[in-house]
């Protein structure tokens, strides 16, 4: 709270003296520039701290009315010019009438876009009023208009039982065709696996993919031997099926198979010859990677057919063109491999991303595709190749992965947009030495990037980046972190037994002592992690390369830049063991680290002694997601690579204390701070300052923080601003007649200010109505209810890596703060 008030009060003061002072008196610049624009300078949220003339603005309304931001894939979509931001929220404002937390697969928050207009950010609700439809849910919106999303709507009260449906920024939503089988259409299914769940869109939206699983066959009993999947499909029970829409105007009847031989569209899924009876996954499925798995243009859609008797012998790599064409991607040729070893065994194939207009594909597999190939590589193939042959008339694949007969790749990194560079990691010595004079190591995990070689026009060439981790400092990280985890559980062990013995003293019962003993130890557990050794580390390292969806790398669209973290000593003047963040130099061939000291010199140059105040991270990227704003949410980089943002616990400007996690800018070799620096603050033991992502252009940094940023902001709750280049709105407008320190009132008093623009709230037809503003005396942080504490929770769940784990997480939440269902008096479940 010290912190909030503290940003409070300046706040307040900066305001009150531009209601007095001229523009001109103002004109003093900020930390990288001489001067910056009257409008801006005079505005409240202008902070000499901040660079490249940024100003605060608050981008949620003054008044969320108790509504709490929940962290989803909807959370945090920018739109590419930055005046438009997507977010979810546990709450009702700007008029929705969406169900609040209702258990269904979609968390049932609230959807809005938020627009900047000449006096403030509005937002409009883009839920549907749930008179309508009970129950919807977000699935993806357009890239090119926030408001034009497609969304999974029910016109009933039957559980996983909705329709796909396309809306318009106008509000009107018309229906693209059924979300659940016909054989189960208006019965109340078990889980959500059963509808159609969105995998991947085109730019437009107007062609979308649905994964679904055959029910199991305890599943199909219970709806009296009803399928869940469309005539036609024959796919094994428990396994994953594929389906594409393609909206041209009119409702289908039927979404149409993705995995299937037929040379021609489908008129009906019952003509359809599928690949594989036992799977068909877009990319390489869920869990792995779906980078750019449908082009955006929606015409060509990358998926895996799974090894099944009378399919494939192994897991292989199709492409559907056009929904009328399926083309083999990683089935050996002879035209390639004549003279390959025939008798090796067979392997899978692994979809590792492709250019975003799908051109090109990536993939790995330890299967010889090319002669004298042995052990795992990176192929590509190319739908443009000049040297596409007969039997492969649209394409052609090539090495990636050259310079070795075994390069032992462990995955890819990234792949640019163009699909001009692949950054990937291989045990092999595949290049020379970097721009650090420093070579690759035989046996350890080497960086590369494969990309066009600027001494051979149309040849390409691979390039060491750097050593990410030996053999033995991964031996070394790992039993460090088995030594500090050892430490962690007998101290939160000696906490949970002082807990339980205290609170039996105090008159609990054995049950309440054992569960504040078990609150204890895990507070004790998250507490001390990082602070006693490199916990989490090794696996946040090596989770650079493994395919995931959330990989924690970044390139710009052309590749000439990446940012990734790594906690290996990569360049010169980096002394810390501790994760940290680099960027890479295509072109220059050069390697930077980017959280390092303001002037290269503070708090050590960023060489901060705790693993727990070191964590320098780029946000979740969702660009490995197979949806049309991937590209554009959760980035890090700016699209030329000039500037890089990051969140650190670590101290890295005066500004910046030393803790709490504080958002900054890397930019032409030196660190700005972007928040305060002193917002303490967390829900469920997570900072509530967080970097969302920028814009392309990297005009606009949103990020959240606790702290009142302007004197706008309303209440004490997180809130999402926007530190914005030649920003800042004027300052609210104060009683007539007031003037000096009459204007002041009392010390630490928040006034009354009008919200900007028209950002009025209304509360929502099936929401609790807006609480009443907070006192303008004492602000207090209110105690958060149930539907809020389930928003924190999951938004908490969303931060583990493993699904596994999210999927766990997700569950107990649900299971300790979720609505339970009421009983319907129609037929049918509730939710």
């Not at 959500?192 to 062609?207: D, I, Q, Y």
């Not at 779906?290 to 399919?311: I, K, L, P, Q, W």
């Not at 492709?354 to 193939?381: C, I, K, V």
Request: contains cysteine; proline residues 6%.
């Amino acid at each position: 709270m010290g912190g909030t008030l503290r940003s409070l009060r300046a706040a307040l003061a900066l305001a009150l003296c531009t209601a007095v002072l001229p523009a001109s008196a103002l004109a003093a610049g900020d930390t990288n520039k001489t001067q910056c624009g009257p409008e801006t300078e005079s505005s409240p949220g202008f902070r000499t701290y901040l660079p490249d003339c940024r100003a605060y603005e608050l981008v949620t309304p003054p008044d969320k009315g108790g509504a709490v931001l929940v962290e989803q894939e909807h959370f945090g979509v920018i739109a590419p010019d930055g005046a438009h931001v997507m977010v979810g929220a546990g709450g009702a404002f700007a008029g929705t009438g969406n169900l609040w937390f209702q258990p269904n697969r979609n968390p049932s928050i609230a959807v809005y876009e938020l627009s900047r207009t000449a006096s403030g950010w509005t937002p409009t609700a883009l839920t549907p009023s749930a008179t309508i439809y009970p129950y919807g849910a977000l699935l993806a919106a357009s890239d090119e208009d926030l408001g034009v999303g497609l969304w999974s709507l029910a016109t009933t009260n039957l559980v996983f039982n909705e329709d796909i449906f396309l809306g318009d920024s106008a509000g009107d939503f018309v229906r693209v065709g059924p979300g659940v089988g016909p054989e189960v259409a208006g019965e109340a299914l078990n889980v959500a696996g059963e509808e159609l769940t969105l995998v991947g869109a085109s730019k437009n939206l107007t062609r979308s993919l649905y994964q679904v699983e055959a029910s199991s066959a305890n599943t199909r009993a219970s709806h009296g031997g009803h399928s869940n999947l469309w005539p036609g499909d024959t796919t094994e029970a428990e396994a994953q099926s594929l389906y594409e829409y393609v909206y041209g105007g009119a409702v289908d009847s039927e979404p149409a198979l993705v995995g299937v031989k037929n040379e021609s569209q489908l008129r009906s899924n019952a003509e359809a010859q599928l690949i594989s009876r036992c799977g068909t996954e877009v990319g390489s499925g869920a869990g792995h990677s779906m980078y750019n798995a449908v082009s955006e243009d929606g015409e060509t859609v990358f998926f895996t057919a799974r090894a099944c008797r009378g399919g494939p012998a192994v897991n292989e790599l199709y492409a559907r063109i056009g929904s009328s064409k399926t083309v083999p991607i990683s089935e050996p040729s002879k035209t390639d491999c004549g003279n390959c070893n025939t008798s090796a065994a067979l392997t899978d194939a692994t979809f590792e991303g492709a250019s975003r207009n799908g051109d090109r594909a990536f993939f790995l597999t330890s299967q010889e595709l090319l002669p004298g190939q042995r052990g795992e590589n990176l192929y590509q193939y190319d739908f443009k190749s000049p040297a596409a042959s007969g039997e492969r008339p649209s394409g052609r694949i090539s090495l990636l992965s050259g310079g070795s007969s075994s390069p032992g790749v462990q995955g890819v990194v990234r792949v640019s947009e163009d699909g001009s560079h692949v950054y990937f990691v291989a045990k092999g010595v595949l290049a020379g030495k970097n721009g650090e004079g420093r070579e690759p190591q035989a046996g350890a995990d080497n960086l590369y990037v494969y990309e066009a070689d600027p001494a051979r026009p149309g040849g390409f060439h691979t390039v060491f980046v750097a050593t990410l981790l030996t053999p033995a400092e991964e031996a070394a990280l790992e039993a460090e972190e088995a030594e500090e985890a050892s430490k962690i559980e007998e101290l939160a062990e000696k906490a949970a037994v002082r807990a339980f013995e205290e609170a039996l003293a105090s008159g609990a019962s054995e049950e309440e002592a054992s569960e504040a003993s078990g609150e204890i130890r895990r507070q004790q557990e998250r507490m001390l992690r990082g602070t006693l050794g490199p916990s989490g580390t090794l696996g946040e390292d090596v989770s650079l390369w493994q395919t995931s969806d959330s990989r924690p790398a970044q390139a710009t669209p052309d590749g000439r830049f990446m940012v990734f973290v790594s906690s290996g000593d990569l360049t010169r003047g980096d002394e810390s063991r501790a994760p940290q963040l680099f960027e890479y130099d295509a072109v220059d061939e050069t390697l930077s680290r980017t959280s390092i000291g303001q002037g290269e010199t503070f708090n050590k140059d960023g060489n901060v002694e705790t693993f727990h105040d070191a964590a320098a991270i780029p946000p979740e990227s969702f660009a490995s997601r197979a949806l049309p704003t991937g590209a554009e949410s959760g980035l890090a980089i700016s699209e030329d690579g000039s500037r890089v943002f990051f969140d650190s616990a670590a101290g890295l400007t005066p500004e910046a204390e030393t803790g709490p996690v504080s958002v900054y800018e890397y930019h032409n070799g030196n660190v700005y701070l972007i928040s305060d620096g002193r917002d303490a603050s967390s829900v469920n033991h997570e900072a509530t300052v967080r970097l969302l992502g920028i814009d392309p252009s990297g005009q606009d940094v949103f990020f959240t923080t606790a702290d009142q940023l302007v004197p706008q902001d309303g209440e004490t709750q997180m809130a999402l601003f926007d530190a914005r280049e030649e920003g800042g709105f004027p300052a609210p407008v104060f009683a007539p007649g007031c003037s000096g320190e009459t204007c002041r009132g009392a010390s630490g008093t928040t006034p009354q200010l009008p919200p900007p623009g028209t950002a009025t709230q209304i509360g929502g037809d099936n929401l609790p109505p807006p609480a009443e503003s907070k006192s303008a005396t004492k602000p207090k942080q209110k105690a958060l209810t149930r539907a809020q504490k389930l928003a924190e929770a999951l938004r908490a769940c969303k931060r583990h890596r493993s699904k596994k784990r999210r999927t766990a997480c997700d569950r107990q939440a649900r299971q300790k703060y979720g609505v339970k269902a009421r009983p319907k008096k129609h037929a049918g479940r509730s939710r």
